[in-house]
C-alpha cells in the first residue's frame, strides 16, 4: 500500500507591478508491508486503517491506494563458498521463476553477485535475457562472504531506479564473514535511504534424516531487512522455494 501526505508549505500572493504567486506542496510517499501475527501479508485494508505520525502530530492522508505499482528492484546472489552447489542450484532457479513468472513486465531490475568481493554484474534493465546471462554467469560457489559489503554497493544503484517502489531481494545464507562495512553502518545506511530490502535465506536439509544440515544466520538478515519494512524468509530445502519467492514478489 502507498500511503500520500500532503502538506501546504507555503501560498500567498504579493502584490507589486504585476501580481506574483508562490506555492509549494510537498508530497511524501510512505510504503508500508502489513502482515498478521503468524507472518502472512494483508492486503484488504483502507486510507481509515492507516494513522501517519511526524514528530507525534498526525499528518493528513490525501492519497491512498493499494494497487500493485511498478518496482525498481535489485537481486543479490550468494556465490561464496559457504553456499555450495545445491544452495547456489536452488537459489538460481527461484532467481529465474521470480523473473521471468512472478514480476510484472514494467518491472526493472539489476543483478549483482558477492563472494569474497561483491560485484554488480548487470545494470538496469527490463529484458528479462540480461538477467538470465548475468545468472548464469555466476560462478561455482568458493570463498568468504561479504554480504554487507554487498548491500552497501548495491544501495546507490537501488535508489537510483526510476520507479517510486525501489527494493532489494537478497538471497543468501547469511553469515557475513569478510565485510568492511559493519552491520550497524549497513543498518544505518538502509534507514536513511527509501529502499525496502527483502532476503531469502536457504537452509540446507540433510539427505537422509530430513533434518538441517545448515542454517542461515536469520537474526543477521532480519536485522537488515525488519527496519526497512522488508521481510526474511527462510527456505528449508528446494521444496519450500516456490512458496517463499511467491510471498516475496506479493
Known sequence: CVIAVTVVLSAKAELQEQPRFRG???????TA???????????????????????GKRQNISQFTRERVPVSLGILLDASGSMNIERLTS???AI???VLDLLDKADELFFGEFG????LTQGWTVD???IRHALENVRAPTGDTALYDAIALAL???QEGRHVKKALLVISEGNDTRSVVSASELRQSIVESDVLVYA????TVGRTTGDPASRPNVSALRRITHETGGRTEVVRGVAGLDAAVTRIAA
Open 24 to 30: 509549494g506542496i510537498e508530497l511524501i510517499n510512505v
Open 33 to 55: 508491508t502489513v502482515t498478521d501475527g503468524e507472518g502472512r501479508f494483508v492486503g484488504d485494508l483502507n486510507k481509515e486503517d492507516f494513522s501517519v505520525f511526524e514528530d
Open 91 to 93: 537459489a538460481k532457479a
Open 96 to 98: 529465474t521463476r521470480l
Open 116 to 119: 569474497y568481493s561483491a560485484r
Open 128 to 130: 528479462r535475457t540480461l
Open 156 to 158: 546507490p544503484t537501488a
Open 200 to 203: 531469502l535465506g536457504l537452509e
